[in-house]
């Protein structure tokens, strides 16, 4: 039985991995083990009572596994000769060939979903590929009651890269609401997005936010909306089950990560296929295959859909949220992980 975990990584709550982490390692505490932080960055600013506690005990390694929790960088070199798992995903069809000898030599693999497992067996990984969901916490984004709005307020949450797809989103949104003047668009990015990929906030209906909020989650954007786009290439799509567990209709892009909770949610999202795709080059990792862009005509008609059936697409958004609450409980990961490290650690 293990005792005590080391879980190296980032921890702040603007991000999907360090905001992933918290969840971690305060679940695996609820179970009754002590975790050691190993940061590569920390932000104290909106984590809970909980974390801060692990935080101000974390020290030197302990005696117990090692948990890296991160996308492949140079500090998963310093544990090479040490026996870890790596936590990890990627968002396209084929590994970076960087990673590939890295990630080999841990004991383990933890993916979120069934798509980056068989991703990253074909693209060479030989050791166990285990896959543990990510998930939403229901206290963070519960079911939203709506009022009654004139309008639909579209919301679209992801930083202005290409993989999220933004402008394809907001192609959809011109063709469904173009005389529309009712119609609200929200853009809850980060990084500087006014500006990029042709993205300016000249229409007044257009909202572009494009700061970190370290608050615990955003429901506040959530609370806005009466639609989410969750149209990015992604290795789970965290906004997509946020938006479902708050009673949001949501738009979704079924490839990649996506696709299996587009599978395992059914009639519960609104799907949209790939209309193509396209080739992935990063300029520091090479060729990583293809992943899928958006039907922009199919968007555009799931969005006047929303528009003019209301009362279904609240109908809608209520069975998601409870299916989200449910199925994707954050709460179910730190076990699902604890039962993989059990398993691979001496």
Known sequence: MIESVNLAGEFYVHDGYAGISEYIVVG????????????????????????????AAAGPFVPGPLVFNSWVRPELDRFAGRPHLVHTMWESSR??????????RARALMVPTRFVARMFRDSGITVPVEVTPDGVDADVYPYVTRPEREGITTLVVGTVVPRKHVSEAVAAWNLAFADDPAARLVIKARFGAEGRAGLTSRDARVTIVDENEPT???????????????????????????????????????????????????????????????????????????????????????????????DEARALGRAASAWAHKERDIWQKPKAMLDVIEQYSD
């Open 95 to 104: 590994l970076p060939a960087s990673w590939i000898g890295p990630l080999n």
């Open 28 to 55: 695996l505490s609820r179970l009754g083990i002590r975790v050691n932080l190993i940061p590569f960055k920390l932000e104290p600013a909106g984590l809970s009572p909980e974390m801060l506690d692990i935080v």
């Open 216 to 310: 615990r989650g955003i429901l506040h954007w959530y609370e806005q909306a009466d639609v989410l786009l969750a149209l990015g290439s992604e290795g789970f799509g965290l906004p997509l089950v946020e938006g479902m567990a708050t009673g949001l209709p949501v738009i979704a892009l079924s490839s990649e990560g996506q696709g299996d909770v587009c599978a395992d949610a059914g009639d519960l999202v609104l799907p949209v296929a790939p209309s193509r795709w396209e080739g992935v080059y990063e300029s520091h990792l090479g060729h990583c295959g293809v992943r899928g862009v958006p039907d922009v005509a199919e968007v555009a008609r799931h969005l006047r859909w929303v528009a003019d059936h209301r």
